[in-house]
């Protein structure tokens, strides 16, 4: 029904940059809020950042003052620039997206297949 496509994570070192993009795509008929959460192995998902249709964001203690997340509606897609980053930043990054699916009265959560971020020298 909708699929979302993450790209832009890679090997970096410490105190580098990474740009992560999510493109949702399918029956779409609305998007609200999108985010990004990371995993490592032996942990549970956490969230990195979030982001509602209308541009209000929430972060993560651990990457405040960091990361950026922001979002191009007509596009469909979000972004999360990436500063400054610390080998604990190291994890898979999954975007997520609730989606009003065209034909339906229902806001469904959909994820990303997931995208590798390691940050070390």
């Known amino acids: 029904q909708v699929q979302l496509v993450e790209s832009g994570g890679g090997l970096v070192q410490p105190g580098g940059s990474l740009r992560l993009s999510c493109a949702a795509s399918?029956?779409?008929?609305?998007?609200?809020?999108m985010g990004w959460y990371r995993q490592t192995p032996g942990k549970q998902r956490e969230l990195v950042a979030t982001i509602t249709s209308e541009g209000s964001t929430n972060y993560a203690g651990s990457v405040k003052g960091r990361f950026t997340i922001s979002r191009d509606n007509a596009k469909n897609t979000v972004y999360l620039q990436m500063n400054s980053l610390k080998s604990e930043d190291t994890a898979v990054y999954y975007c997520?997206?609730?989606?009003?699916?065209?034909?339906?009265?229902?806001?469904?959560?959909?994820w990303g297949q997931g995208t590798q971020v390691s940050v070390s020298l």
């Open positions: 997520n997206a609730n989606v009003q699916v065209t034909a339906t009265p229902t806001v469904q959560g959909f």
């Open positions: 399918g029956r779409i008929f609305e998007i609200y809020a």
